[in-house]
């Protein structure tokens, strides 16, 4: 299992490919990779970014982007738009899309999927608006079913989930949460093999690490879950979901037998810790999806006059409690572009940079002495990184 992440401009548009082998396989829009799960995050690929007004703010990529039009890569299964901003929410971008695509689902930020669909270009049944996350409410998790590739495997699953901040009002500040369990190969039956001496061999199934895990904590009554296909959004029935722990760290295995779920935290200008807290206790343990695979958030904290909205980025600060909190495995840097900006909303802007081996110093040093383990990048346009589970 893997997850290959692929920056594809210098700013925050990712795109993420789950996979069920170790190494992603090759894919296109007309032959699906078995198991594989794509989603695209905040596609901007060329032309400018206008906030309002051009005199307002203006903002201009200085790295051409590595592709020059999304028909130049497969159709995604998912497109991710964490805000209605122009950066995020790029109307000449997206209009790349294959409006009528038969694979590709929008989600969106309810204010940007309330933008998206008023362009009338895309079919209205591809755009949805992310409910913001209770841990309450498991209909506020969107749920995608992956089948398996052979009969008699179980299904994999990938979910999205929206964290908003609370009193946010200039809706800059959120985290969207990713998770990927793959399908599985239906259960080996024993076999009889004969050995090089004529003997009979019994060959058995090899037994993983989660056989001699303990059960699954006692579900809770049904709840209404909101559950899309993998190829065409369809509506699933009810599921069950299990009572949790109240700390993170208790991890626990969604289903014996099966791999650890991939993980993503997806914030390009940062929300607290306390805001992804009940997401983390609940649904990542519940999918027994820590610690977190990947962080995508911003390094460099950019501050603006508090008339003019106050905190843009977090940047590491506000990172930090994530990454260690979670436990996180590789934390890239998002939305740290040096975009060409003009305007006057952004005269008064101050920015602090952090470099790589800041980060990463920080980081792993942790808290009362204890060290973290933490893989920092800052992936350059076009760069990749494959992460195994």
């Avoid at 209205?124 to 209909?139: E, G, N, W, Y």
């Amino acid at each position: 299992m893997s997850l290959k992440v692929e920056h594809l401009n210098g700013d925050s548009t990712f795109l993420l490919t789950f996979s069920p082998f170790e190494v992603p396989q090759i894919w296109s829009s007309e032959i699906r990779a078995p198991g594989a799960f794509t989603v695209l995050v905040d596609p901007w690929i060329s032309g400018p970014s206008k906030v309002w007004h051009a005199k307002f703010s203006l903002s201009k990529h200085t790295i051409p982007s590595s592709i020059e039009h999304l028909s130049d890569m497969p159709e995604p299964d998912v497109v991710l738009i964490s805000q209605d901003k122009p950066d995020h929410c790029h109307e000449a971008t997206l209009r790349q899309l294959n409006p009528c695509s038969k694979y590709t689902t929008i989600l969106a930020e309810p204010a940007a999927a309330k933008k998206i669909q008023g362009w009338n270009y895309f079919d209205r049944s591809k755009v949805h608006a992310l409910p913001p996350f209770s841990s309450q409410k498991q209909s506020t998790i969107v749920r995608f079913m992956i089948p398996s590739p052979m009969p008699g495997g179980l299904a994999g699953e990938a979910t999205v989930a929206f964290i908003p901040a609370k009193r946010d009002l200039t809706g800059l500040h959120n985290a969207i949460g990713i998770t990927y369990r793959p399908p599985s190969l239906p259960p080996r039956a024993p076999t009889l093999s004969k050995s090089s001496t004529r003997s009979s061999v019994l060959s058995l199934p090899i037994q993983t690490a989660s056989d001699n895990l303990p059960d699954t904590p006692p579900q809770t009554p049904p709840s209404r879950t909101s559950t899309l296909s993998s190829t065409t959004a369809s509506s699933r029935s009810d599921t069950t979901a299990s009572s949790l722990s109240s700390t993170p760290l208790a991890f626990r295995p969604a289903l014996l037998n099966r791999e650890r779920t991939l993980s993503v935290i997806y914030s390009p200008h940062g929300v607290t810790y306390s805001h992804i807290l009940p997401y983390a206790t609940t649904h990542l343990v519940q999918a027994a999806a820590l610690p977190l695979t990947l962080l995508l958030h911003c390094f460099d904290r950019v501050q603006n006059p508090w008339y003019l909205g106050g905190n843009i980025s977090a940047g590491l600060p506000g990172g930090l409690e994530i990454a260690r909190n979670l436990f996180t495995r590789c934390w890239i840097s998002a939305h740290d572009e040096d975009k060409e900006i003009t305007g006057f909303s952004v005269g008064q802007v101050v920015t602090r940079k952090y470099a790589v081996e800041e980060v990463k110093k920080m980081v792993e040093e942790g808290r009362k002495g204890e060290k973290l383990k933490v893989d920092v990048r800052a992936l350059a346009c076009g760069e990749s990184i494959v992460l195994g589970a």
